[in-house]
């Protein structure tokens, strides 16, 4: 059965992309969402298998988001991604409870491989 995934990322072309790598390998894109506070929304409404999340969005950032879904559910799959390597906020998703991070500019290999080794 094919595994339902969210994705969260303030770019829609971002979302697009991604969208496009997961679908075409099997995965079902269950939504998206725009910003952090969509993306907690969206994941209570569609109970993901896994979320892939951007760090940098408006309204709530990816780790605000992925906290407060980790609230509700301690074991959400989330797979954050950020442009930005930046150190602190690759530990503290970690943290956090994020099971992997992908850095952008993707490439398909690397959102592939990261998704099957979190959900199979």
């Known amino acids: 059965m094919a595994k339902n995934i969210l994705i969260c990322d303030d770019a829609a072309f971002m979302r697009m992309m991604i969208k496009d790598i997961l679908t075409k390998n099997g995965y079902n894109v269950v939504g998206e969402a725009e910003n952090g506070l969509k993306a907690v929304e969206k994941y209570n409404e569609t109970k993901p ?3 892939l999340m951007d760090i940098t969005m408006p309204e709530m950032d990816g780790i605000q988001a992925l906290k407060k ?3 509700g559910d301690p074991g959400a799959m989330i797979i954050m991604c950020s442009a930005m390597g930046q150190q602190a906020m690759v530990i503290e998703s970690i943290q956090s ?3 992997d991070f992908i850095v952008k500019p993707f490439q398909a290999d690397r959102v592939l491989e990261a998704v099957k080794k979190v959900v199979g």
């Open 97 to 99: 409870g994020a099971k």
């Open 69 to 71: 879904i980790k609230e």
């Open 49 to 51: 298998d896994l979320v």
